[in-house]
């Protein structure tokens, strides 16, 4: 086979595999939604759950996996935007320097069961906080931090150098000059990394198992931190594998659905507010 | 000095340290990880000789047997068997994205990565339980359709946008001098990328399938929902088996607190903490051998 050929086969290789990416992805959002739309009434998205029979709804489910979201982001927002602004504006190469950026790579990568089991130790166990909403906010905050200090960081870099100097050279203090001119103008980019990260913790399941556990309170709406934090991604797994409600499929179509709609929401505006950001 | 100076400079020392404290808390968490699962995991091996525990297949915690061999072989068989299919479609896919798809298509193929990544695993699961499942039943003609081949081939999907998108970055930044220096000699696109962009990309697309490794070895609700639950050992891709993290979670609900069941639990997922340490341990090598030769 001569090379002209083989550069031929290989092209057409690289086209079928990006074709199949694509396809791949279609399928599964296309068979999640085709099947779970025609649940998605308003009784099932804000009903009661029914431990029995068919037709109960997640209304409790998705409160809980909102609330737990905000939670958790309001724990480790401020504590991750810290650490990435030492790591990109303050920090040396120094010995401690380099073990907190292998501390961050670490806890990206740390499973997310043995966070969950971690947090069912620390917060459930030790702190007493039982399975709740709390317990399960507060763990899920450890699997938003390696995520968040990155896009941070990563924002942060995006502010050209010659912004620092010029305030600088102004007058301003180091801290001055991150507050006024690099964290105002870094702001787009930080925002749309927290969404990124939303989008990713929204679905998160294994983690919340052993924290947030698998019940909801009976009240609809319930703001009470102990209350139990059962979120829709837990609650499919728990339908499929210990529920007893006859209707379960149906129940887990609609959650996967939901899902996939709000994931999908999540990144159309990450992708419109990246191409302002880019074209502003 | 002014006192307003003085109230800067305090200021700036202030900041300055809360910004540490901070920066240091993720190794405070990643610390105390490695403690509590430690002192909890360990006490296993009061009751439990090491041997057992990381040897034997038998599982069985009423009789006081906990060998997880057969979830350790499990984790690792199917994070094998992903790898190998979901790697090398990864890193095509990044040779696509970084160097032949145009603009307009890489439009498309940089939010499908995010999504893919976005895409709960439970809801990978839930379709390997409702659609793969079956359809590997029906078309191998085996008894269950759960098992190895389900999980694999659920994981190769879940592994490809960290492998992806890791290549790409790793292919793009591969100076285009090279390229143009291979095309000028006469190389086909397809020589360039294979004899001189892939070579030069190579410790970013080995991180790109650490890192795609590391993933599929600590996915537990996919795998937990395919695979069939199973404590032995496998013998074929069809047999229902276990793996570390699927094993966790479907037994530590029912598992006493502190009894030698759930701390061997615990100690299985300090091996997974483990594992996942070496590999950002390697990972980490890699990187650093890299900067040392640019």
Redesign the interface.
Known sequence: MN??T??KI??V???F??F???A??AA??G??LYKGLPVLTPKFIFGMPSDMEAGGGVGPQLFNTIYILFLSMAFSV??????A???SE??KDTAL?R??R??????A???????G??G???FV?FLGMGFSILGGALSLS?LN??LL?RVTEEALQTVPQTYREASIALGA????T?RKVVLPEAMGGIITGIM?AS??A?????IL??TAGTTVSRHMADFDVFAGGETL??H??YV??IGLVPDR?AI?NGI?AL??LV??F??LI??FAQRKLKSA | MKKYDLD??R??KL??N??????????V?????IV??GQ?GLQTFTDVSPFEFFFSTKWNPDNGQYGAFSFIFGSLLVTFLAILVGGP?GV??A???AK??PKW?CE??K?????????????????G???VVPAVREYFGVPVGFGILTASFILS?MI?PTV?SISTDALLSVPKMLEEGSVALG?????T??HIVLPAAKPGIVTAII?GM??A?????AV??VIGNTPRLADSLFSPTSTL?SE??VE??NTP?GSTWGNA??LM?LV??LI??I??LV??KISAKKAVEA
């Open positions: 090379a002209k083989q550069d290989a092209k290789c690289l086209w595999i990006g199949l990416l694509i791949i992805l599964f959002l068979y999640m401020f504590i991750a935007i810290g650490a602004i030492y790591l303050y920090a320097t073990f907190i292998l501390s961050t790579e670490s806890l990568t740390v499973p997310s069961i043995v966070l089991l971690f069912m130790i620390v166990d450890l931090l390696p200090v203090t180091k801290w001055q991150i990124l989008g990713r929204i679905g998160e399941s294994a198992i052993f991604a837990v499919l797994w499929m594998g499929v887990a996967g899902l996939i994931v999908l999540i990144n990450f992708i | 800067r400079l200021n700036e900041a300055k809360i910004l540490l404290c901070s920066a240091a808390f993720l190794t968490v990643i610390i105390a990880l509590f699962m909890q479609i095509m896919g040779v696509f994205m032949l798809a298509v498309i193929m939010p499908a990565v995010n999504l893919y990544m976005a895409i709960p695993s439970v809801v990978y699961g839930f379709i339980l409702t659609v999907i490809l992806i190389a086909t696109y397809w020589q990328i294979w890192l590391a993933r070895i600590g996915e537990t609700m937990q929902m993290p966790i979670v530590m609900g607190f639990l615990f997922a997974l903490l996942s340490l590999m950002i990972v980490r």
